[in-house]
C-alpha cells in the first residue's frame, strides 16, 4: 500500500529554535539529537530533514524536498523556481524581518557606495551582492566567505562586508557602519511546484501552513474574560478593541453577563485599569495557542 508522506526540510542553525518553537505552539513536536540531521516529529505523514537554511531552497526546487522553511533571502540567492505558501513573522523569537546590509569600519575611508568602485567586499550574499552593485553602477570585487564575515573586514582582509542584521546590534559590537541595505529577508513555507499540484501533498502543505500562521498570530494576541453588568455593557463594548464582536453570555447570577474578547497583549495594560473602572469584575487574561481567522 502506498505510504503518504511529506519530506519537510527544516533550517539548521539560527532559525532552528525558533522554527521548532513555531511548530510545537501549532501542535507538532519535533525532536531532535544533538548529532543527528532527521528529526523526529509526531505526525506519521511528515518526514522531516534538517538542513542549512542556506541549502533548503534548492533542495525543494529540485524536489528532493517536498517543502521546507527558509529565508526569502536564500531563495533569492539561489535563484530557486519555488512556490512560496505563506510568509512567517515571528516577532517573539528569531523568525521577524531581517536586513543585508553592506558595511565598513567604523573608521573606513568609504563613505558612500561610490566609493566602493575596485574594492573588496565578503558575503555570503555573493548573486544578490553583485546584483545590487551592478544596479547601482558600481564595479567592485564580491568574494564568498564562510563565515567570521564581520572579522575580515576588521582584519583588513577585505573592504567591506555584506552581512544581514536584525537590530542593528552585530554591527556596533563589531564596529561596523552601515553604507547601505542591500535587501530585506523573512521567512517562508515554500514548496516544490510539481509536489504542490498533488492533491494531497497540497492538502497536507495547506494545512501545516494554516496552523503555523494560527500560531504566530496567537503571540501577539491574548485571550481576555470579564464579568459585567448588564447596565455597564455599553461601557464596557465602546473600550473593548476586538478581531471581531465580544462573546457575551448571561451568568447565572440575575443582571450579570460573562463577555470574552481577543485582543493585542501590547493593549493590555492600559484596557484592564479602564474596564476595572468601567465596572468590569473578575478579569482574567490568558495566552492563546492558536488564532484562526
Known sequence: MYKKILKLGLPKGSLQEATFKMFKKAG???????????????DPEIEPLLLR??????????????????????????RSKVKRICELLYAKQSLNRIRWVLAVPKDSSIKSLKDLEGKRIATELVNITKQ????????????????????????????????????????????????ACICESTTQFIANHQAFKENWKRKKMEEIALLLKGAILAEEKVGLKMNVKRMDLEKILKILPALKKPTISNL????????ETVIDEKQVRNLIPKLKEAGAQGIIEYSLNKVIY
Not at 28 to 42: G, K, L, M, T
Not at 252 to 258: E, I, T, Y
Open 28 to 42: 507538532f513536536n519535533i525532536n531532535v539529537s544533538e548529532r543527528s540531521y532527521i528529526p523526529s516529529i509526531d
Open 53 to 78: 537554511a542556506q541549502e533548503i531552497s534548492r533542495y525543494v526546487e529540485t524536489g528532493a524536498l517536498d517543502c521546507g522553511i527558509t529565508g526569502e533571502d536564500w531563495i533569492l540567492e539561489n
Open 132 to 179: 545590487y552593485l551592478k544596479s547601482k553602477h558600481i564595479n567592485a570585487e564580491v568574494e564568498f566567505s564562510w563565515g567570521a564575515t564581520e572579522g575580515k573586514v576588521s582584519a583588513g582582509l577585505v573592504d567591506a562586508v555584506v552581512d544581514l542584521t536584525e537590530t542593528g546590534k552585530s554591527l556596533k559590537v563589531h564596529k561596523l557602519r552601515e553604507i
Open 252 to 259: 447565572a447570577q440575575k443582571g450579570w453577563l460573562a463577555v
